[in-house]
């Protein structure tokens, strides 16, 4: 959300003077895994990847954390015309740590006109040609597999048996 940019610049202000309301809405993550399917279960990151106002030394930092705690994780501003290294070089650290099959879905212009959502794997992420700032990426954790249409990213929730063997959905 934009709030925090709104109240960074208040705060030399004197904020008892401004009412300022702010309204929860529904993130680019949440939006763009409903339209995958079910990516986001438990714990994932999200990671802004624009290196504008964030030193790319610290984007990496989170990259290379999120793959070492096999989060599912959902990068916003992955490209623009000038904008490139950023996602090359997040995805060069999670081929270290991540099978070249994981799945990855890509949303481009989510809920809007043109919206375009796919799923291909890691290892073929950077052939898509259509990954620009509109675009939103979701990489799978070890867990996540494709089934259909969908993305998904199990529970956690194991099935005993009578022998209390542990058996994955």
């Not at 960074?8 to 300022?20: H, Q, W």
């Not at 990671?47 to 984007?59: K, Y």
Request: net charge positive; charged share 25%.
């Amino acid at each position: 959300g934009m709030a925090g940019v709104i109240l960074e610049l208040l705060k030399k202000e004197e904020t008892r003077k401004v009412r300022i309301e702010i309204i929860p809405g529904i993130t680019a993550a949440s939006s763009c895994a409903s339209l995958l399917g079910a990516p986001l279960m438990n714990d994932f990151a999200v990671i802004s990847l624009s290196d504008l106002l964030t030193d790319r030394r610290v984007i990496e930092r989170r990259v290379e954390s999120a793959c070492q705690g096999d989060f599912v994780i959902v990068f916003y501003n992955p490209k623009s015309k000038k904008r490139i290294k950023p996602l090359e070089m997040a995805w060069q650290i999670l081929m270290k740590h991540r099978s070249p099959r994981t799945p990855v879905g890509i949303v481009r212009n989510a809920r809007r006109d043109n919206e375009e959502v796919m799923i291909t794997s890691l290892g073929n992420m950077l052939e898509v040609k259509q990954i620009d700032m509109g675009t939103t990426i979701v990489v799978g954790n070890s867990k996540t597999y494709v089934k259909g249409r969908y993305m998904i990213t199990p529970r956690g929730y194991e099935l005993k048996t009578e022998n209390d063997e542990i058996l994955p959905h």
